[in-house]
């Protein structure tokens, strides 16, 4: 299949402070494609070569076979686009700027408009000024997905939306998918990107480190259980057993917290043995994974001086 966004050679710099070096990859038309990395690893400043917001240093971008700096206003009319932090007029209403971007766009799909506003609940009549975080992020969602682009890249999406409207967008996602469009987002919340995506690239400290199908990322997912009993409990019970990482006490004995990565069966059956006060799962975000994996790594320690 043919790529609709192929870079190659990216290189972005902010003086002192790298933005990206050498990232290449590509992403074939019909695929949803996750670009993972903890927050400053370098994803808004290539989602914004793509989109021509900056220009690069070096190397090539070009979607759907057009240059993505000479040729920007010819791909936006393939794009529908969300950026990490949108910036709109706040004495506009959420319907006006709808109304804004149909007409830029030459007119949409009223009928399909209506349906994307009702999906997301969005009240249209309220300034963007009084909007909450959740409901900015509808108004731009909704503007990127209306006029059924080609290809959809989003920068963020799901940032401060609801559990239910991060469903509806999920939906979304995969109703693009089967109609043969493409969707390139960026995430540091692996779970997130294990939902919609069918491949990932990762980036850390400017650089791609694996670019690969979604099922490989979980050789780097982890997550941790805390369990909490009425009686001490020697950590060592938990510390071999299958799919534990990693075992630390507290509370003199009465908490064990558990890095874990694969099943938990083990583990709750034997915390089964013990009277259990309470057990808490919790799946750190990308960035507190790779802090982890890589705060040894020469190139972890540049990613403060990263820009993203």
Request: aromatic share 6%.
């Given at each position: 299949?043919?790529?609709?966004?192929?870079?190659?050679g990216?290189?972005?710099?902010?003086?002192?402070?790298?933005?990206?070096?050498?990232?290449?990859?590509?992403?074939?038309?019909?695929?949803?494609?996750?670009?993972?990395?903890p927050?400053?690893?370098?994803?808004?400043?290539?989602?914004r070569?793509?989109?021509a917001l900056?220009?690069?240093?070096?190397?090539?971008a070009?979607?759907?076979?057009?240059?993505?700096?000479h040729q920007?206003?010819?791909?936006?009319k393939?794009?529908?686009?969300v950026p990490?932090?949108?910036?709109?007029?706040?004495?506009?209403?959420?319907?006006?700027?709808?109304?804004?971007?149909?007409?830029?766009?030459?007119?949409v799909?009223?009928?399909?408009?209506?349906q994307?506003?009702?999906?997301?609940?969005?009240?249209?009549?309220?300034?963007?000024?009084?909007?909450?975080?959740?409901?900015?992020r509808?108004?731009?969602?909704?503007?990127?997905?209306?006029?059924r682009?080609?290809?959809?890249?989003?920068?963020?999406p799901?940032?401060?939306?609801d559990?239910l409207?991060?469903?509806?967008?999920?939906?979304?996602v995969?109703?693009?998918?089967?109609?043969?469009?493409?969707?390139c987002?960026?995430?540091?919340?692996?779970?997130?990107?294990?939902?919609?995506?069918t491949?990932?690239?990762?980036?850390?400290?400017?650089?791609?480190?694996?670019?690969?199908?979604?099922?490989?990322?979980?050789?780097?997912?982890r997550?941790?259980?805390?369990?909490?009993?009425?009686?001490?409990?020697?950590?060592?019970?938990?510390?071999?057993l299958?799919?534990?990482?990693?075992?630390?006490a507290?509370?003199?004995?009465h908490?064990?917290?558990?890095?874990?990565?694969g099943?938990?069966?083990a583990?709750?059956?034997?915390?089964?043995?013990?009277?259990?006060?309470?057990?808490?799962?919790?799946?750190?975000?990308?960035e507190?994974?790779f802090?982890?994996?890589?705060?040894?790594?020469?190139?972890?320690?540049?990613?403060?001086?990263?820009v993203?």
């Amino acid at each position: 299949m043919a790529a609709i966004i192929e870079v190659q050679g990216l290189t972005k710099s902010y003086g002192r402070k790298r933005g990206i070096a050498d990232v290449s990859f590509s992403v074939d038309e019909g695929e949803v494609f996750g670009f993972l990395g903890p927050n400053g690893a370098g994803k808004t400043t290539t989602i914004r070569i793509l989109m021509a917001l900056i220009r690069a240093g070096s190397g090539t971008a070009r979607v759907a076979g057009l240059d993505c700096w000479h040729q920007s206003v010819d791909i936006k009319k393939l794009v529908g686009y969300v950026p990490g932090e949108p910036a709109l007029d706040p004495n506009l209403t959420g319907g006006q700027i709808l109304e804004f971007f149909a007409h830029l766009r030459g007119g949409v799909d009223q009928a399909y408009l209506k349906q994307l506003i009702e999906r997301f609940d969005l009240d249209t009549s309220r300034k963007f000024r009084q909007y909450s975080t959740g409901n900015k992020r509808k108004v731009v969602l909704i503007q990127a997905f209306m006029h059924r682009p080609r290809l959809l890249i989003l920068d963020e999406p799901t940032s401060g939306l609801d559990p239910l409207n991060q469903h509806e967008f999920d939906r979304m996602v995969k109703e693009v998918r089967d109609e043969g469009r493409t969707v390139c987002l960026s995430s540091h919340i692996l779970s997130e990107v294990e939902k919609t995506c069918t491949r990932v690239g990762i980036i850390r400290a400017g650089s791609i480190v694996r670019i690969g199908g979604v099922a490989e990322v979980t050789a780097i997912k982890r997550y941790e259980m805390t369990i909490t009993f009425g009686d001490a409990v020697p950590a060592d019970a938990f510390r071999t057993l299958e799919g534990v990482i990693e075992t630390e006490a507290l509370d003199n004995g009465h908490t064990v917290r558990l890095a874990m990565q694969g099943p938990a069966d083990a583990v709750i059956k034997a915390a089964a043995r013990y009277p259990v006060v309470s057990l808490t799962s919790h799946e750190p975000s990308l960035e507190d994974i790779f802090l982890r994996y890589y705060e040894g790594d020469a190139a972890a320690k540049e990613a403060e001086h990263v820009v993203a």
